[in-house]
């Protein structure tokens, strides 16, 4: 059997494929391309277990030293998913880690319609109205996973969530949750036609979040980061709630919030033999 050509190693920064893979930290070319880019063995590992399309992946031979990794290389070689092998200097530049694992990827993004969403898909959605810190998105996204959402709607003007920071904090849940752009009345006409209730938390909200009984299907709403729920958007919801707060502070982080309602949600739509917790 023929050898195969040594692949050529990129050893500059600024070799044209490196350049186009470091314009993906910009959202004009992330919407223009339909792709972003993600590090990390485990990051890349769920990208290609949740079947994402990956368009390259990026290899610093010198750091790679995990074994699974090695083994996850191979099989995408096999299946000829295109790489760039790159020094480590160039995946350093590429990077946001300080100690980069030597593994990274372009990836397809993946959006899916509001119309092609139906009842009983995952425990529920969550929609934000114009989330605007992706690392906040990203959170979000990793605890929609990790209690069996279906995935995420973004109101309004939104931040990318194929953001680096949003794809970080993801954990790879970027990879394994839906994704819908919509308008608030395209959401409310879609709530109608398929009978889905609509809960928002408010400050102002006579009730608490573990005092609302979440009968699927469910889309829970929340507001924006600076501004919270828009009265309108309140005014359309089927139920409010509130979180209870004792201190000083007058709000909670947005992904905090969201994980605080979405594992009560969890909690009473799991018995307790189903539940697995783990920090």
Known sequence: MPQQPARAMIASPR?????RVRKLATRKERSRSGLFFTEGIRLVAEAVRSGSGIAALIVAPE??????????????VERDIPRLEVTAAVMQRLSARQHPQ???AVVRQRWH???TVRPGDGLCWVALDAPQDPGNVGTILRTLDAVGGAGLILLGDATDPY???AVRASMGAICT????????AELCAWKQAHGYRLVGTAVNATGTYDAVSYAAPLVLLMGSEREGLPAEHAAACDDLVRLPMVGRVDSLNLAVATGVVL???FRQHTTPAQSCWSA
């Open 102 to 104: 030597g593994l990274a």
């Open 113 to 115: 319609p509001l119309a």
């Open 15 to 19: 070799n044209p494929r490196i350049m």
């Open 63 to 76: 750091l790679l030293t995990s074994d699974f990794a090695h083994d996850l290389l191979a099989r995408q």
């Open 263 to 265: 594992y009560e949600l």
């Open 163 to 165: 953001h680096p920071a």
């Open 177 to 184: 949750q839906r994704l819908v752009r919509t308008t608030f």
